[in-house]
Each structure stands twice: as structure tokens, then as C-alpha cells.
């Protein structure tokens, strides 16, 4: 379930839907033309945070196109502005609270603009509270569980003329729902959400109240629509959950999700498969012997460390230590030579002394990532860890991730010196845009830029690494063999 006290007003909670969602979808697409005088409607959507978000966004897009919006980039244009929101740290929440007051001014010019905020931390009842007190211009809110009622929460707002506050209950919460319409961001790259939800209450981390309980999607519907994007020409294509690899438990059948993976890579076509994230503590040999072993499945592991102390291990709740990290990391790479690993890695969490973080910068020197994503500690009202004493100061926090990030340069940087001379299939996503280069990646997500036309946009190409600059690769197109 999500935060204890569910409801902003519990006055204000709606019913299940009375009709089924294609009655609101058409019900708004009415009413929007009516106040458009036949125009098209354009909607505007903003995603922070992580890729589940962005999943979740596409979600709300699908269903905005049904209803007949089309989309804008340009808030002035917009008739429909919605926020999906990320509640893992402060920083990504005062954005939030940021960006949707300079929204102020725009209704107050454009009083018929509809403002909504959604996701995960409205999820958060001290959230939610301040957007209803704050904010009295924004006329839906909904947190994570109820995006499948998003239709009928929108045809409320335009036929009640009211503010609208929906975070479901304990049914939605271990509810899932099928058959939503996507509209993706893009032609290579896609997301398919296995899972949702996490167990794991990590001390420092606030999904599981969020985010719910761990819930599985039954492996024929993520088969049917992994296939449909093979189909569709998509290359590239990432399993999502909060903590994918404990995928299955919960099914009336279980089903590990090695088991699952084996199943997406028989699928034939031309493509990657990805996933994320995984929790170290859920990481088995047997998922390094199915990478391994599989045809499409990418070597390259993104496998979240936080810390090189076991200290600091314990007190986050993670459930392993520094040695079986280690071990795992070991067997990993004797089983897939050449595995690129990337990791997640805490600073400064509470208590944390110099030699515990000694411990993580020799961690991060054994195991040498391809990079790693760097954060300092960031407490979040709810979770066990932000009533912990926290001693060290923020200045040597910032000095702490300061050394961490300098000492990750330089094993990138003699990771990168070392491709000089290789050759690989990478997979062209787009141009830089600074140099005007095609920007493309391995199979081990590295970045490399190199000249070419658009021919190989969405494609693959062979690129042989003529060059590294820190830790960015340049390459040279080669012909296919």
C-alpha cells in the first residue's frame, strides 16, 4: 500500500468508475472540442525522475491522445499541463514545487488552462497537502495507483468545476491494469514495465510507500507487448521495475525472472534487451548464466552498491554485504568477459564517517564501473533514516562526492583509453548536439560519437574507436562484415 493516511479530504475522494474508461475518454474528447470550437486540444506533459516515471508518462500521453489532445512543448500554447512527479529526493521535489508556481501567472492570463500534478509525490500526504494549500490554481491532483482512472478524473474536473484530489485505496494499490495505450517517446528505444512496487524499505529510500508493494505482470502480457515492440522496429528495449530481478514472487504461479528473460530473448528480430533496476541482495548466479547464455540480452548489468561499508550497509536495510557484492561482481565477470557494470553509490548518509567512505572509494577501485550514478543523502520525511543523527556537515558531504566522482573519472578514463583500437555494433540514437556528431551506444551503454549521415539514425552501425578524451569515445564508422 502506499502512505498510511490515503486521502487529502477524504470528502473529496471519488468513486470507482461507474462507466468504463472509453465513456470518459469520449466524454473529455466532447467537451475539450467544445471549448477548443472544433480545434485540437494540446497538452502538455513534464516527467521527473527515473524511467518508471517516464513509463508512467507515456501512459498519460496514450490516454491524452485518445481523449484528442495533441502535444506541445510551449506552455503558452497549452490548454492541458500536467507534472509527473519524482519524490526519491528533496532537490527533484522543490523543482516541482518550483516549476508549478511559475505556472501562476500563465492561468491567471489563460484562466481556461488546466493544471494537474501527478506521480509519486503526490503519493506523499505533506505534498499533496501543500499543492492543495499553495497552489489553489492546480485542479487534479493523483498519486501512482490510480493512472488508469486518469479519464475519469479529468471529466470530473470539466463537468464538476472542482478540484479533484485521488490517491486510491488498498484494492487499486495491488491492482493491475492492462491494456492502457502508450504513446513512446521515440522510434528505437522503448520501456517495458515488468513489475511495479518494491519490499525492500530501504532506510533511506521512500518507493515502497509511493510505489506499493511489490505487484508482477503475468509474463504473457509482458511477452505480448515485448514482442509488439520487436515487431514495431524497436531496437532497443529496457524490462523496468524498482527492483526488477525480484520479479515473479507474487504470481499464482511464480515465475523467476531469468525465466522471463529467457522467454523475451527467444523472440526473434534485431534488437537489445535491457532491464533495470536490480537489487544486489536479489541478484543470482543464474541471471549472470541466462545473460550469459542469451542472444539479445545485453552485457551490461546495472547493479546498485550504495555503499562499500557494511556499516553503512546495515543501517541502510540493504541486505548484503560488501564480500557477497564482491563475490557476485566476481562471477559475474568470469562468466561474461567484458561486462560493463554500473552502479548507484550514497554519500554522505547519515553517520557516515571518513573510513567508511575510504571504504567505498576502494570499493568503486576494485570493481572499476563504467560509471556510476552519485548522489548525496538526501533525507525524505517517512523513512527510518531521516530521524538518524547526522553529524557530518553538508560541506564535507559535497567534498566526499567531490573525491568519488574525481576518482571515477580516472577509471573511466582508463577504461576509454583502453577501447582505443576496438570495434563495435552500436546502436545511432540521435546527433550530439553540440558537435553535430552521430551519437550512438554499446552494448555495454558506453557513449560513443563519430561522423556519419542520417542513413544510420535508428540503426546499427559498426563504429571502430579511433580515440578517448577522458571519458567520452570517438569513433569512425566501419563496413559491416
Same mark, same amino acid.
Given at each position: ?31 475539450? +472540442? ?7 486540444? &494540446? +497538452? ?32 503558452? =500554447? ?16 522543490? =523543482? ?62 470539466? !463537468? ?19 491494456? /492502457? ?31 506499493? #508493494? ?14 509488439? /515492440?520487436?515487431?514495431?522496429? $524497436? ?11 525480484? $520479479? ?13 528473460? =529467457? ?26 548464466? !541466462? ?28 541486505? $548484503? ?11 559475474? =565477470? ?7 557494470? !554500473? ?17 567505498? &572509494?576502494?570499493?568503486?577501485? #576494485? ?9 548525496? $543523502? ?38 576509454? +583509453? ?19 556528431? &552521430? ?43
Amino acid at each position: 500500500m502506499a502512505l498510511a493516511e490515503r486521502s487529502v479530504k477524504s470528502a473529496r475522494r471519488l468513486p470507482a468508475a461507474r462507466h468504463p474508461r472509453e465513456f470518459y475518454v469520449k466524454r473529455v474528447a466532447e467537451i475539450m +472540442a467544445v471549448r477548443k470550437r472544433g480545434g485540437v486540444p &494540446l +497538452a502538455l506533459v513534464r516527467t521527473y525522475g527515473c524511467q518508471q516515471n517516464v513509463s508512467d508518462s507515456e501512459k498519460l500521453k496514450g490516454l491524452l491522445a485518445q481523449m484528442g489532445f495533441s502535444f506541445t512543448d510551449d506552455a503558452e =500554447r497549452a490548454d492541458f499541463i500536467l507534472f509527473n512527479t519524482c519524490a526519491v529526493r528533496g532537490h527533484a521535489e522543490n =523543482r516541482v514545487f518550483g516549476n508549478v508556481g511559475a505556472l501562476k501567472d500563465l492561468k491567471r492570463r489563460h484562466p481556461s488552462l488546466i493544471v494537474a500534478v501527478c506521480g509519486c509525490m503526490m503519493e506523499e500526504k505533506s505534498a499533496s497537502q501543500r499543492i492543495e494549500s499553495k497552489f489553489p490554481f492546480v485542479s487534479l491532483v493523483f498519486g501512482t495507483h490510480v493512472l488508469h482512472r486518469f479519464p475519469q478524473l479529468l471529466w470530473t474536473v470539466l !463537468t464538476d468545476s472542482r478540484r479533484v484530489f485521488e490517491r486510491g485505496d488498498e484494492q487499486e494499490d495491488a491492482h493491475i491494469v492492462e491494456g /492502457l495505450p502508450v504513446r513512446r517517446g521515440g522510434r528505437v528505444k522503448a520501456f517495458v514495465t515488468a513489475m511495479y512496487g518494491c519490499n525492500n524499505f530501504c532506510s533511506y529510500c521512500i518507493v515502497p510507500y509511493v510505489r506499493g #508493494r511489490e505487484r508482477s505482470r503475468e509474463p504473457d502480457a509482458v511477452l505480448r507487448e515485448f514482442r509488439g /515492440l520487436v515487431q514495431a522496429g $524497436y531496437k532497443d528495449i529496457t524490462l523496468l521495475g524498482q527492483n526488477v530481478n525480484s $520479479y515473479g514472487k507474487n504470481l499464482r504461479e511464480p515465475v523467476s525472472f531469468s525465466a522471463l528473460l =529467457r522467454r523475451l530473448d527467444a523472440v526473434e528480430g534485431d534488437y537489445r534487451l535491457r532491464f533495470m533496476t536490480s537489487h544486489p541482495k536479489d541478484a543470482t548466479r543464474e541471471l549472470i548464466d !541466462t545473460i550469459a547464455a542469451g542472444r539479445h540480452l545485453c552485457r551490461h548489468l546495472h547493479l546498485p552498491v550504495q555503499s562499500g561499508s557494511d556499516r553503512v550497509l546495515r543501517a541502510m536495510n540493504r541486505g $548484503y554485504t560488501r564480500e557477497k557484492y564482491l563475490a557476485f561482481v566476481e562471477y559475474a =565477470r568470469k562468466k561474461i568477459p567484458g561486462l560493463s557494470l !554500473t552502479s548507484d553509490i550514497i554519500v554522505g548518509f547519515p553517520g557516515e564517517t571518513e573510513e567508511e567512505f575510504r571504504e567505498t &572509494l576502494d570499493l568503486i577501485r #576494485r570493481v572499476k564501473f563504467t560509471s556510476l550514478f552519485t548522489f548525496i $543523502y538526501s533525507p525524505r520525511e517517512g523513512t527510518r533514516a531521516a530521524a538518524l543523527p547526522d553529524p557530518v556537515p553538508a560541506e564535507e558531504k559535497t567534498r566526499r562526492l567531490q573525491r568519488l566522482c574525481a576518482e571515477q573519472e580516472k577509471i573511466a578514463a582508463a577504461r576509454c +583509453a583502453g577501447e582505443v583500437g576496438r570495434t563495435y555494433r552500436v546502436l545511432v540514437e540521435g546527433r550530439n548536439p553540440r558537435t553535430g556528431l &552521430l551519437c550512438g551506444r554499446t552494448e555495454g551503454n558506453e557513449i560513443v560519437n563519430f561522423p556519419g549521415g542520417d542513413g544510420l539514425l535508428g540503426r546499427f552501425a559498426q563504429v571502430r574507436v579511433v580515440s578517448a578524451q577522458g571519458w567520452v569515445l570517438r569513433g569512425e564508422a566501419v563496413p559491416d562484415r
